[in-house]
């Protein structure tokens, strides 16, 4: 008999990154080293006034509260009204989370979604959406162009705007199609809006924004990462926001399950976003990176599509995006295949900003040749 265990983990992907190995080792052989640009992990220096908050905080010798500090959730909540224009929100409406990939990946599972279930997914997305789904033991659909699906049995529909990996940017009125449709099935929109704030030809727009709303947060969780735009990815810093029920819901199941943001973390969370400076300059150097390597990029012979924001190209030159990776490996480059994302991709790269100056100006004169 097969058991519960080997059912779930035969189900699920195989992990991503491991199916590069050989490809690393290529780009790696290169007389002038490596430079990765596969994960879109930070690379630069948390700013002082978030590290002095949690040296402040290390010496607390008791628990955490699952729920955060009213002052992590007063000022998360400020920050999406101050930054990306959000509806206001109460502290019952912020939930700090150890890390936006657990929170995504138990999601589903925590908000009892079973077998008679389906989750849409963006048609190119963040395999952890699919993940989630796999947990609880829903059915999994991906998404036409409209960010929908023909499924009544739907019950959560992630989008993912900007996109990792495609940079795609949905506008106003998209938004507000998706958010009529789920909620004419009853579905829960999760929207990861991890890179927010990294717009470059447009502006993007949060589902918590009373141009997509109405003021009204119903039904929706907005999932929020401090890992890009505060380089926390180490501390494992992020938050959902939305819906006071669902807040509680999902309060309730994390708390039974001793789930709790460590209490110097979420000091450190609080300063975070409480100042606009570092993330302001933060933008401005992966702004300033771009710049540098998508002109090199094009020149190179691919063509680059959407990337209008975030901390990644999206390119390709219309062939299995394996053979373009081994082209880039072969010049001391790793990327991320696009088939890691769906088979949508799978005649992209995904090309990430997240590299030392160093690195993203030895990468463009690799590709010029």
Known sequence: MISRRDRVSASLPDFPWDTIAGARA???AHPDGLVDLSVGTP???????IRAALDAAAGFPGYPTTAGTPELRAAAAAALVR???AVGLGDDQVLPVIGTKEAIAGLCTQLGLGGGDAVVIPKVAYPTYEVSAILAGAAVVRADDSGTADRPDAAVVFLNSP???TGAVMGVEQM????AWA???GAVVVSDECYLGLGWEVEPVSVLDPRVCDGDVTGLIAVHSLSKISNLASYRAGFFAGDAGLIAELLAVRKHSGLMVPFPIQAAMTAALNDDRHVGEQADRYRARRAVLKPAVIEAGLRVDDSAAGLYLWATRDEDARVTHHWLAQRGILAAPGDFYGPAGATHV???LTASDEQIAQAARRLRG
Do not use: F, K, M
Not at 43 to 49: F, T
Not at 176 to 179: E, F, S, T
């Open 176 to 179: 507000r199609a998706v958010l």
């Open 350 to 352: 995904r090309i990430a």
């Open 43 to 49: 690379v630069d220096q948390v700013d002082p006034l």
């Open 26 to 28: 290529t780009a790696a």
């Open 163 to 165: 996109s990792n990996p």
């Open 83 to 85: 930054r990306y224009g």
């Open 183 to 185: 909620r004419d099935r």
